[in-house]
């Protein structure tokens, strides 16, 4: 597989992962949230905030119930694209959400790593990672946004 | 010729460098974190603010005093990642649960006409079995014009800046 991600990284607030692009085919990857095998954000989460973002699905969050999410409410949630949502998840002071950075480690050509945020078939929200196009390795960290308290 | 490394900001548990190149290929530069001449993650730390008050130290202090179950000695380049890098799945590379572990982040601040173009990298490893920080700049100035970022060394979550 060309693209990989494994976790290094599991605290309440946040994710971290070592995303590989071994130089085969392929460029894409998908983090689903579904409980599935890793990497999958509700199977990777330890009990915290985080954890409670990817139960968004079947919990719901704020001012989301529970059932099919948008690719914008899913944006909102792990990107903090919370632009003018209908409806809006929250105050932005009360309603904390997550955001994905990625640090490239090792690689050989212009910057490629990219990642978004969307829905599957069901609504249930992914990050699809877009890798470099020849190998190369980079971190993607799913945090809270900053300012939150407790590791 | 080598990546200009300045430390620009100090904080308990944080420490901001700048990274320029004039290079048009691959450019490299290296953070020892042992006391040694800057740029030196203990050295500024304790130069500058109060970085010589905050657990950021205590990880460079690694080799010398331990890091929770990191015993002192000399480390790998696995257990330097997992204290500069937060990847903690390498052999010995766990501090413990109730340790924090710093992360290395990027921010690339100017390149060629406003863009971004090229790539900035980093990653850590050992020397001596002492951790440095190492970034590598790859095409960031094609025409020579000075490109910069911002390289954070900090421990995520914690309280206090």
Same mark, same amino acid.
């Given at each position: 597989?060309?693209? @990989?991600?494994?976790?290094?990284?599991?605290?309440?607030?946040?994710?971290?992962?070592?995303?590989?692009? &071994?130089?085969?085919?392929?460029?894409?990857?998908?983090?689903?949230?579904?409980?599935?095998? @890793?990497? &999958?954000?509700?199977? &990777?989460?330890?009990?915290?905030?985080?954890?409670? $973002? !990817?139960?968004?699905?079947?919990?719901?969050?704020?001012?989301? !119930?529970?059932?099919?999410?948008?690719?914008?409410?899913?944006?909102?949630?792990?990107?903090?694209?919370?632009? !003018?949502? !209908?409806?809006?998840?929250?105050?932005?002071?009360?309603?904390?959400?997550?955001?994905?950075? $990625?640090?490239?480690?090792?690689?050989?050509?212009?910057?490629?790593?990219?990642?978004?945020?969307?829905?599957?078939?069901?609504?249930?929200?992914?990050?699809?990672?877009?890798?470099?196009?020849?190998?190369?390795?980079?971190?993607?960290?799913?945090?809270?946004?900053?300012?939150? $308290?407790?590791? | 010729?080598?990546?200009?490394?300045?430390?620009?900001?100090?904080?308990?548990?944080? /420490?901001?460098?700048?990274?320029?190149?004039?290079?048009?290929?691959?450019?490299?530069?290296?953070?020892?974190?042992? =006391?040694?001449?800057?740029?030196?993650?203990?050295?500024? %730390?304790?130069? /500058?603010?109060? =970085?010589?008050? #905050?657990?950021?130290?205590?990880?460079?202090?690694?080799?010398?005093?331990?890091? =929770? *179950?990191?015993?002192? #000695?000399?480390?790998? *380049?696995?257990?330097?990642?997992?204290?500069? %890098?937060?990847?903690?799945? #390498?052999?010995?590379?766990? +501090? =413990?649960?109730?340790?924090?572990?710093?992360?290395?982040?990027?921010? +690339? *601040?100017?390149?060629?006409? #406003?863009?971004?173009?090229?790539?900035?990298?980093?990653?850590?490893?050992?020397?001596?079995?002492? +951790?440095?920080?190492?970034?590598?700049? /790859?095409?960031?100035?094609?025409?020579?014009?000075?490109?910069?970022?911002?390289?954070?060394?900090?421990? +995520?979550? *914690?309280?206090?800046?």
């Amino acid at each position: 597989m060309a693209v @990989t991600a494994a976790l290094v990284l599991a605290r309440p607030n946040r994710l971290r992962y070592l995303l590989t692009q &071994d130089g085969a085919a392929g460029t894409t990857l998908t983090i689903t949230s579904t409980g599935a095998v @890793t990497p &999958d954000l509700l199977t &990777d989460t330890v009990p915290g905030q985080v954890r409670a $973002i !990817a139960k968004a699905f079947t919990d719901g969050y704020a001012a989301y !119930a529970a059932g099919a999410l948008t690719q914008a409410q899913a944006r909102a949630l792990w990107l903090s694209n919370r632009g !003018a949502l !209908a409806p809006s998840i929250g105050s932005v002071r009360r309603v904390t959400t997550a955001r994905c950075e $990625i640090t490239p480690r090792v690689g050989t050509v212009t910057p490629g790593w990219l990642v978004d945020a969307n829905v599957d078939g069901g609504g249930r929200p992914t990050l699809n990672i877009t890798a470099q196009a020849t190998a190369g390795t980079a971190y993607l960290d799913v945090e809270l946004e900053t300012g939150a $308290i407790g590791a | 010729m080598a990546i200009t490394i300045t430390a620009t900001a100090v904080g308990r548990n944080r /420490i901001r460098y700048r990274l320029t190149s004039t290079t048009a290929g691959t450019d490299t530069g290296s953070i020892t974190t042992t =006391g040694a001449a800057k740029p030196d993650l203990q050295t500024d %730390l304790l130069t /500058i603010g109060v =970085g010589n008050q #905050g657990p950021l130290l205590a990880i460079a202090k690694a080799p010398t005093a331990g890091y =929770g *179950q990191i015993a002192a #000695g000399a480390l790998t *380049q696995a257990q330097a990642r997992g204290l500069y %890098l937060s990847e903690r799945t #390498g052999t010995n590379a766990n +501090p =413990g649960t109730a340790l924090a572990t710093a992360l290395c982040r990027l921010t +690339p *601040q100017v390149g060629l006409g #406003g863009s971004n173009v090229g790539s900035w990298l980093v990653d850590v490893n050992v020397s001596g079995g002492n +951790p440095t920080i190492n970034v590598t700049s /790859i095409g960031v100035s094609p025409t020579g014009v000075e490109a910069a970022c911002f390289l954070d060394v900090f421990l +995520p979550d *914690q309280i206090g800046a």
